[in-house]
T-cell receptor
Framework: AQSVTQLGSHVSVSEGALVLLRCNYS??????LFWYVQYPNQGLQLLLK??????LVKGINGFEAEFKKSETSFHLTKPSAHMSDAAEYFC?????????????FGAGTRLAVHP | SAVISQKPSRDICQRGTSLTIQCQVD?????MFWYRQQPGQSLTLIAT?????????ESGFVIDKFPISRPNLTFSTLTVSNMSPEDSSIYLC?????????????FGPGTRLTVL
């Protein structure tokens, strides 16, 4: 079975500060990992994904995430927060390979950015 | 990625009625899915919409409540039947198999449903 835990349902940072959103996963098989962002009153947008050997993944809007197998983590970071980063962020996991596999979402982390 | 549209974007419905939500993709895709996002919650998969056959439902979701159609590789509908206030949620369509990549899902903008 697979599961995702996002530590911190709410994170607040100052504009220009480092953004760190935590995601830990549980999977008995090699995983694919994803970060999605949901802006107010919108659907989900794919930020980045880990599906290959490159453990440091760069996404859109200056975000990146590092897959750490030993820590079963896939934390999302951005060096400098912008007001427009305020949104809900979801980490998700699926099984690697074999065509389609079910996507399991974490509970989400709401990021607030203040001046 | 793919351009995904949903209709309606939002609706307010009366208890006991039904609403059909449409999902349209701008290219043929292998997989289409329907999710529910209850207020303040994460996403829960309702079912996989299979082209030309019955949808595959997740535990806790049944065809009588959430009938799904997928007549071709670019279109699907989800009906929320006999609605109650507990059905008030955002319903999202997603697609997989864009450009042959089945490992990634892309989401539509969602339909915000309020049931009175």
């Amino acid at each position: 079975a697979q599961s995702v835990t996002q530590l911190g349902s709410h994170v607040s940072v100052s504009e220009g500060a480092l953004v760190l959103l935590r995601c830990n996963y549980s999977s008995s098989v090699p995983p694919y990992l994803f970060w999605y962002v949901q802006y107010p009153n919108q659907g989900l947008q794919l930020l980045l994904k880990y599906t290959s050997a490159a453990t440091l993944v760069k996404g859109i809007n200056g975000f990146e995430a590092e897959f750490k197998k030993s820590e079963t983590s896939f934390h999302l970071t951005k060096p400098s927060a912008h007001m427009s980063d305020a949104a809900e962020y979801f980490c998700a996991v699926s099984r690697r390979g074999g065509g389609y596999n079910k996507l399991i979402f974490g509970a989400g982390t709401r990021l607030a950015v203040h001046p | 990625s793919a351009v995904i549209s949903q209709k309606p974007s939002r609706d307010i419905c009366q208890r006991g009625t039904s609403l059909t939500i449409q999902c349209q993709v701008d290219s043929q895709v292998t997989m289409m899915f329907w999710y529910r996002q209850q207020p303040g919650q994460s996403l829960t998969l309702i079912a996989t919409a299979n082209q030309g056959s019955e949808a595959t439902y997740e535990s806790g979701f049944v065809i009588d409540k959430f009938p799904i159609s997928r007549p071709n590789l670019t279109f699907s509908t989800l009906t929320v039947s006999n609605m109650s206030p507990e059905d008030s949620s955002i319903y999202l369509c997603s697609v997989g198999g864009v450009s042959g990549r089945e490992d990634t899902q892309y989401f539509g903008p969602g339909t915000r449903l309020t049931v009175l």
